[in-house]
């Protein structure tokens, strides 16, 4: 089944120890990103990845780090989480060309709490 | 301002009414427009796509898109509970890029 993974789905932590939040994909997408929810926000772009070793600054990247090692592999890090960051956090994926827009296929989501 | 603005709700319809949900966007580049329903504790999942002006029907839903005025518009008909979702409406600018740009989501309820 072809699906976006993230974990863990929930977290409850403290401000300033450091966590990552994992995102996998099976669908062989060059384009990944991940996305915080916020109400009366909508949805805001963290970071984006073009492909494997290339990242880029979406919307709000502050506090954020990602990494692209692997294709299907596209991790969150916050080094030093504070209570602004207590979001709902979303991966997705997507290709890229073929001559039209390919949809992104998002993930279930990961609530984090930052005490 | 933000890029695409919509109207967050919540909106409660009864069952087997149109329901009309709408946004505005700022951006005349903007080209191709899409609509994402959003369960809830799920993520958003592609509902309806156009690209530039003009109508697509898929079923019950019908996405209008008028450039002129920068207006996006997704119909239902004959609305079900099972449309009780969160609406998100969002916009991808340039070929090439695929980053979206999402408006703040209207919470639809379809009462039966």
């Known amino acids: 089944e072809a699906q976006v993974t993230q974990n863990p789905r929930y977290l409850i932590t403290v401000t300033g120890k450091k966590l990552t939040v994992t995102c996998s994909q099976n669908?062989?997408?060059?384009?990944m990103s991940w996305y915080r929810q916020d109400p009366g926000l909508g949805l805001r772009q963290i970071y984006y990845s073009m492909n494997v070793e290339v990242t880029d600054k979406g919307d709000v990247p502050e506090g954020y780090k990602v990494s692209r090692k692997e294709k299907r592999n596209f991790p969150l890090i916050l080094e030093s989480p504070s209570p602004n960051q207590t979001s709902l956090y979303f991966c997705?994926?997507?290709?890229?060309?073929?001559?039209?827009?390919?949809?992104?296929?998002f993930g279930a989501g990961t609530r984090l709490s930052i005490l | 301002q933000k890029e695409v603005e919509q109207d967050p709700g919540p909106l409660s319809v009864p069952e087997g009414a149109i329901v009309s949900l709408n946004c505005t966007y700022s951006?005349?580049?903007?080209?191709?427009f899409m609509w994402y329903r959003q369960y809830s504790r799920k993520g958003p999942e592609l509902l309806m796509y156009?690209?530039?002006?003009g109508n697509k029907e898929d079923g019950r839903f019908t996405a209008q898109v008028d450039k002129s005025s920068k207006y996006i518009s997704l119909f239902i008909r004959d609305s079900q509970p099972s449309d009780s979702a969160t609406y998100l409406c969002s916009t991808l600018g340039r070929q090439g890029a695929q980053k979206l740009v999402f408006g703040q989501g209207t919470r639809l309820t379809i009462n039966p």
């Open positions: 997705a994926s997507s290709q890229i060309g073929g001559g039209s827009k390919q949809p992104q296929h």
């Open positions: 669908m062989n997408h060059e384009y």
């Open positions: 156009t690209y530039s002006s």
């Open positions: 951006n005349s580049a903007f080209q191709y």
